[in-house]
């Protein structure tokens, strides 16, 4: 997986209020921002076009007190980790998730038999990721939405290194569990 | 021995997250220790199968939304205003009213010449060329537009308050929910995450905007919810109205707001049928807020309606919902509820 990378002068820039920057940063990061929205929400597209608006607007409206260039991306999955569970709170009355929608940017490499069970053993994945905890979920989709060292998902998590290599522990052991049956399709479409 | 089974650190294993000699004596307890290798094979399975998230595509219409609220826009706006000037200097006046102002706690004000905070119990006037920004502690922005009188009641770590008495001010919060609040004369904006616009008439009455998130807005026992791309509005006396999506016909909106204004008689029952006829799926928004604040027969009105455009759960019936049963009314709004998610 490519990590993205913003570099010193794209954030100065950001930080004078170039509008260009900001799109570049934008435009860096913005899939994998709604990724995590989507998939936390358990595939309701509003409320990860919610999340990814409020993390960016956040961002362009903060990044002038933002120091540390060399975690720029832990700063960022901060924002998003926090927009997302802010939002779970307030919507804890009135949120009724949909089925998760069609997934995009299909790997063109594969053939039509294989997408299928590749779209199938990922829809089944982000369901029993969105009934997990939010804590352990979102562990699970900054590591492998955004390959994030465990450093850097304590960081973006607020707990100690062990706590995010216990929930992840957690989390594939509760994939293994609920998915057993999907080893051979996995066998398959690799 | 149980001491030294690694199965909490088998993910931090699988991923190299582990000092060389910890993976090696891993490594040699999984070749001994079946219970451990068994768990071993679950971690490795479950990392297989979240390796198969794939990356989504943002909708390509997103940088248009993030990018007029940019904040960075107004920001330069503001820039303008201020070089173009001491004539507008001169129109913008505040108010203090520091005697009754307790220490403490206070909000940056930009744009306010001598007045670059404001406390608890203090007033902020814009003038009819002049607007100012302030940060809402650390948890928002807020932009307060010409003509507009704001004042700071309480800025607490688990409350921030203002009143809004006149004028128009557009609010970006960050923060979890219910922390910013905003009275007006006629309702209460509480805040439940997002960007959202209030404008408080002379007479009283408001006219709010979400444009992210959700907003509640509160008077009594009323409560409306409004979603991003709702309006509500809000009379003296009455409290919220019912919200509607921006996008609603106007024959729509206009028939809801002789809903909201008129009592139960003929000529509210013909407005409602308008409301009725004109609803598309989405404006199950509006049905559902109005179904509590009518009589009986309209709310019978009102369920055959909802129902078409969005059936009912097996288990709730006609005349459960004309009776308000609590728990179909939550079974119901369960489905109802995602048009705003």
Redesign the interface.
């Known amino acids: 997986m490519t990590k993205h990378t913003i570099d010193d002068g794209t954030i100065e820039a950001c930080q004078r209020g170039d509008s260009e920057a900001f799109r570049l940063v934008f435009e860096a990061y913005k899939d994998r921002v709604y990724s995590i929205g989507l998939c936390f929400f358990d595939g309701n597209e509003a409320a990860a076009k919610d999340i990814t608006q409020e993390v960016f607007l956040k961002l362009m409206t903060t990044i002038s007190q933002f120091q540390n260039r060399s975690e720029f991306s832990t700063w960022l999955y901060r924002l998003v980790t926090n927009a997302c569970l802010d939002r779970k709170r307030a919507l804890r009355r009135f949120l009724f998730f949909t089925d998760s929608r069609e997934l995009e940017l299909p790997d063109p490499r594969r053939s039509t038999e294989d997408r299928y069970i590749q779209r199938e053993i990922e829809h089944s994945v982000r369901k029993v990721i969105a009934g997990m905890k939010p804590k352990l979920r979102m562990a699970v989709l900054l590591k492998y939405f955004e390959d994030l060292s465990y450093d850097e998902i304590a960081a973006a998590l607020a707990c100690s290194k062990g706590t995010v290599a216990s929930r992840l522990n957690r989390a594939h052991r509760i994939l293994a569990r609920k998915l057993g049956h999907l080893r051979s399709a996995l066998a398959a479409g690799e | 021995m149980f001491e030294n089974h690694v ?6 294993y ?2 190299g ?1 582990i000092p060389p000699d910890e993976a090696v004596r891993i490594e040699a307890h999984l070749r001994t220790c079946e219970r451990c290798r068994s ?1 071993n ?3 490795q ?15 390509a219409d ?2 248009i ?3 007029r ?5 107004s ?2 706006r503001w820039r303008v205003v201020l070089a173009s000037t001491a004539v507008a200097a001169a129109l913008l006046f505040v108010i203090f009213i520091r005697s009754h102002a307790p220490a403490g706690s206070s909000w940056e004000v930009t744009g306010v010449p001598g007045m670059p905070r404001l406390r608890p119990g203090e007033m902020l006037q814009t003038g009819s060329t002049s607007e100012a920004q302030i940060k809402i502690a650390n948890i928002g ?1 807020l932009t307060i537009d010409r003509n507009t009188r704001i004042r700071l009641l309480v800025t607490e770590p688990d409350q921030h308050r203002i009143a809004l008495d006149r004028g128009r001010v557009e609010a ?1 919060t ?4 219910r922390l910013f609040i905003v009275e007006t004369p006629s309702a209460t904006a509480v805040d ?2 997002c ?1 959202y616009a209030l404008e408080v008439e002379d007479d009283g009455s408001s006219l709010l905007h979400v444009t ?3 907003v509640a807005l509160e008077r009594g026992s009323r409560e409306t ?1 409004v979603p ?1 791309g709702a309006f509500c509005r809000t009379r003296a006396g009455t409290g919220p109205g019912t919200p509607f999506f921006e996008d609603s016909s106007t024959r729509l909106q206009s028939a809801l707001e002789q809903v909201d204004s008129l009592a139960e008689g003929p000529e509210r029952t013909r407005q409602l049928q308008v409301v009725l006829g004109e609803s598309r799926v989405r404006d199950a928004l509006s049905l559902w807020h109005l179904l509590p604040r009518l009589d009986m027969q309209s709310r019978g009105l009102i369920y055959d309606r909802l129902a078409q455009l969005l059936p009912a759960p097996p288990d709730v019936t006609r005349d459960g919902i004309i009776a308000l049963d609590p728990k179909m009314l939550d079974a119901w ?3 109802v ?2 048009l ?2």
């Open positions: 199965i909490r650190h088998l993910s931090a699988h991923h997250e768990a094979e679950q971690v399975l479950g990392a297989r199968l979240a390796s198969a998230l794939s990356v989504s595509k943002a909708p997103m940088w939304g993030v990018n609220a940019h904040p960075v826009s920001r330069r922005q970006t960050w923060a979890p929910p439940l995450g960007k992210l998130g959700l919810i991003a709004k369960k489905i509820s995602q705003w998610q």
